[in-house]
């Protein structure tokens, strides 16, 4: 097996195109390869090590979907694609910051208090009836991760039971699922009050 630095564009390549058990493998040598990146992520978007952390892991699982979809063309080494991908990322995270948000209090996952998830809140009000619906919008996977996380589920059980690689890729793919049941969530709700 390759050592980090040892392993080519190519070999990384080859191994995420292979069968599961190559994939896992070149997927946590790609990961470690170019984690660098976070500590030396652009100080000019204001991201503390966590959100480079996750910018970075976002940036990870894209090049990841990329190559094993036939959408990376080899026409940029891994490095120059991962970095331009984790620099559009840190720069979405940036922007997001800068706006105004809507306070979310979903960002401790394990964490007993209910009130602190996102999930347990929603599931609590007169929403509920539309929660189920919101759900069955994002796709099967996303509604199972959510599902189990709203039924208490640590990441460290969500990614043994979904088969993640780490806790953190479920943690990240459950952000990203979250995400996209807010704007669900926002859209429904800003169209009720137009009415």
Do not use: H
Request: proline share 3%; aromatic share 10%.
């Amino acid at each position: 097996m390759f050592g980090k630095s040892d392993a080519t564009d190519t070999d990384i390549i080859e191994g995420l195109r292979g069968d599961a058990a190559t994939r896992k493998k070149f997927e946590y040598l790609l990961y470690r390869k170019f984690a660098y990146l976070v500590p030396s992520r652009p100080g000019k978007y204001r991201l503390d090590e966590d959100e480079a952390r996750d910018a970075y892991t976002d940036s990870f699982l894209a090049v990841v979907d990329n190559i094993t979809s036939g959408k990376f063309r080899g026409e940029a080494s891994l490095k120059t694609y991962i970095s331009r991908i984790f620099r559009n990322k840190c720069v979405d995270r940036f922007r997001k910051n800068s706006t105004v948000k809507v306070e979310w209090l979903d960002e401790f996952p394990d964490i007993s208090d209910p009130s602190k998830d996102f999930l347990r809140k929603i599931m609590g009000r007169e929403e509920m009836n539309g929660l189920l619906q919101w759900l069955k919008q994002l796709g099967e996977r996303c509604q199972e991760l959510l599902m189990l996380s709203g039924q208490g589920y640590s990441p460290s059980e969500i990614a043994e039971q979904m088969d993640f690689k780490t806790p953190r890729s479920a943690s990240s793919q459950r952000y990203k699922c979250l995400e996209k049941l807010k704007t669900l969530i926002k859209k429904a709700q800003t169209s009720s009050t137009n009415v």
